[in-house]
C-alpha cells in the first residue's frame, strides 16, 4: 500500500501549454529504485524553473515533479549501505530531470545518488546550499586547485545575485579572498556587500568586446551567466589565472580567441556538478559542512511552501529571484 503525499506537477495540455498544480501522489507512482526518502527540504534552481515551462532541453516527458535538489530521511532501503532512519542529501545526477523530484514529499532513487548528511549540516542548511551551493563549492575547489590563492588578488563573480553567484560570494569572502560582484540588479548592491563582496559592479561594465585582450585584473572568475560577459571576464583575466564556468543564461556563444590562453595562460575550467563523482562529491559536501561553511547563509535565503513555489519559479524566470529559496515540503 502505497503512501499519499503532495507534490507540484507539470502537466502538458493537448495545445501544448505547461499547467503546474500541486496534487496528491503516491509512492505507488515514483520509478523503481533502492531507497525511498521523506523530503523535508528543496530548493529552486533555474533548472527547475527550466523544467517547469516544458523546457526539452532538461525535461522530455510530462506529467513530471521537477525539483533536482532534495534533503529528507529514509523511509525504505533495499542497500546494505544506506538505512532506514538515515539523514540524507539527493541531487543532482537525473533527479527532477526525468525522475520525479524534489517538489515531491517523497522521492524514489538509485543508492548510488544518495549522500549521507554531513557532520555540521543540518537537513535545512543543506538545502540553503542545495545544488547551487554545491557548484559554487565545486568552482571554488577548481580555483584552489589551480593554484587560485587569496594573495593572488580579486576573484570576479557574475551573476551575484543568483544561486550559485550569491553562495560564491558569500564562500569565497568566508575563505579569505577579495570578492568582485557582477549583476544586473542595481537595487541589490547592500546585499552582495553584506554576504561579502568588496566591490559590485554593473552587467554593462562586465562586458567589453572592444579587443581581443584587455587589461588583466582577475586571479580568478566564477562565471555562472556565460556569453559576453564569460568572454570578457577571460579577456580580463590576469596571467595565469583561472575561469571557472558553469552557466550559460548570458548565452552558449563564446566570442573568444587564443591570446589569452597563448599570452597569459589562462585556464578555463568547466564545471559540470550533475554527473560529478561521488567520492569527489561527498568531499565537497564534507568541505561546505566544515571549513568552508557560512556564517551568515540565513542572508542567502528566504523559505517558502510547496504552495508558493509556482510564483516563485516565475520570478526566477523574470530574472527577478535573489539568493537561494528554500522549499520546506511541509511547510
Same mark, same amino acid.
Given at each position: 500500500?502505497?503512501?499519499?503525499?503532495?507534490?507540484?506537477?507539470?502537466?502538458?495540455?493537448?495545445?501544448?501549454?505547461?499547467?503546474?498544480?500541486?496534487?496528491?501522489?503516491?509512492?505507488?507512482?515514483?520509478?523503481?529504485?533502492?531507497?525511498?526518502?521523506?523530503?523535508?527540504?528543496?530548493?529552486?534552481?533555474?533548472?527547475? *524553473?527550466?523544467?517547469?515551462?516544458?523546457?526539452?532541453?532538461?525535461?522530455?516527458?510530462?506529467?513530471?515533479?521537477?525539483?533536482?535538489?532534495?534533503?529528507?530521511?529514509?523511509?525504505?532501503?533495499?542497500? #546494505?549501505?544506506?538505512?532506514?532512519?538515515?539523514?540524507?542529501?539527493?541531487?543532482?545526477?537525473?533527479?527532477?530531470?526525468?525522475?520525479?523530484?524534489?517538489?515531491?514529499?517523497?522521492?524514489?532513487?538509485?543508492?548510488?545518488?544518495?549522500?549521507?548528511?554531513?557532520?555540521?549540516?543540518?537537513?535545512?542548511?543543506?538545502?540553503?546550499?542545495?545544488?547551487?551551493?554545491?557548484?559554487? *563549492?565545486?568552482?571554488?575547489?577548481?580555483?584552489?586547485?589551480?593554484?587560485?590563492?587569496?594573495? #593572488?588578488?580579486?576573484?570576479?563573480?557574475?551573476?551575484?545575485?543568483?544561486?550559485?553567484?550569491?553562495?560564491?560570494?558569500?564562500?569565497?569572502?568566508?575563505?579569505?579572498?577579495?570578492?568582485?560582484?557582477?549583476?544586473?540588479?542595481?537595487?541589490?548592491?547592500?546585499?552582495?556587500? #553584506?554576504?561579502?563582496? !568588496?566591490?559590485?559592479?554593473?552587467?554593462?561594465?562586465?562586458?567589453?568586446?572592444?579587443?581581443?585582450?584587455?587589461?588583466?585584473?582577475?586571479?580568478?572568475?566564477?562565471?555562472?551567466?556565460?556569453?559576453?560577459?564569460?568572454?570578457?571576464?577571460?579577456?580580463?583575466?590576469?596571467?595565469?589565472?583561472?575561469?571557472?564556468?558553469?552557466?550559460?543564461?548570458?548565452?552558449?556563444?563564446?566570442?573568444?580567441?587564443?591570446?589569452?590562453?597563448?599570452?597569459?595562460?589562462?585556464?578555463?575550467?568547466?564545471?559540470?556538478?550533475?554527473?560529478?563523482?561521488?567520492? !569527489?562529491?561527498?568531499?565537497?559536501?564534507?568541505?561546505?559542512? #566544515?571549513?568552508?561553511?557560512?556564517?551568515?547563509?540565513?542572508?542567502?535565503?528566504?523559505?517558502?511552501?510547496?504552495?508558493?513555489?509556482?510564483?516563485?519559479?516565475?520570478?526566477?524566470?523574470?530574472?527577478?529571484?535573489?539568493?537561494?529559496?528554500?522549499?520546506?515540503?511541509?511547510?
Amino acid at each position: 500500500m502505497g503512501i499519499n503525499f503532495k507534490a507540484l506537477v507539470v502537466s502538458k495540455t493537448e495545445d501544448v501549454k505547461y499547467v503546474r498544480e500541486i496534487k496528491e501522489r503516491s509512492t505507488d507512482d515514483l520509478p523503481e529504485g533502492d531507497v525511498l526518502v521523506k523530503v523535508n527540504y528543496s530548493s529552486l534552481n533555474y533548472k527547475d *524553473a527550466l523544467s517547469a515551462i516544458g523546457s526539452k532541453g532538461v525535461t522530455r516527458n510530462y506529467p513530471h515533479t521537477p525539483g533536482v535538489d532534495s534533503s529528507g530521511i529514509v523511509e525504505q532501503s533495499s542497500s #546494505d549501505n544506506i538505512k532506514k532512519g538515515a539523514e540524507v542529501i539527493v541531487h543532482a545526477y537525473d533527479l527532477g530531470v526525468n525522475t520525479l523530484g524534489g517538489f515531491g514529499q517523497y522521492i524514489r532513487v538509485p543508492a548510488e545518488w544518495v549522500i549521507k548528511l554531513p557532520q555540521g549540516l543540518s537537513q535545512r542548511e543543506s538545502m540553503i546550499y542545495g545544488t547551487a551551493g554545491f557548484t559554487a *563549492a565545486l568552482c571554488i575547489y577548481k580555483l584552489q586547485q589551480n593554484g587560485v590563492t587569496p594573495n #593572488d588578488g580579486e576573484i570576479l563573480v557574475t551573476g551575484a545575485t543568483g544561486g550559485v553567484g550569491s553562495t560564491a560570494v558569500a564562500m569565497l569572502a568566508k575563505i579569505g579572498y577579495e570578492v568582485v560582484a557582477s549583476t544586473g540588479k542595481k537595487d541589490q548592491e547592500q546585499f552582495l556587500k #553584506d554576504i561579502g563582496a !568588496k566591490e559590485v559592479i554593473s552587467r554593462e561594465d562586465s562586458v567589453d568586446l572592444s579587443r581581443p585582450l584587455l587589461k588583466g585584473r582577475w586571479a580568478g572568475v566564477v562565471d555562472a551567466v556565460g556569453g559576453d560577459i564569460l568572454t570578457t571576464a577571460i579577456h580580463s583575466t590576469k596571467q595565469h589565472g583561472t575561469v571557472t564556468c558553469c552557466g550559460n543564461v548570458g548565452g552558449v556563444e563564446l566570442k573568444t580567441n587564443v591570446y589569452p590562453f597563448i599570452l597569459r595562460g589562462v585556464n578555463l575550467l568547466g564545471v559540470d556538478s550533475q554527473n560529478y563523482p561521488m567520492d !569527489k562529491r561527498v568531499a565537497i559536501w564534507n568541505k561546505i559542512a #566544515d571549513e568552508w561553511k557560512l556564517d551568515n547563509f540565513e542572508l542567502l535565503c528566504s523559505e517558502i511552501s510547496l504552495e508558493q513555489l509556482s510564483e516563485n519559479i516565475d520570478l526566477i524566470l523574470e530574472g527577478k529571484q535573489k539568493g537561494r529559496v528554500l522549499v520546506n515540503l511541509w511547510k
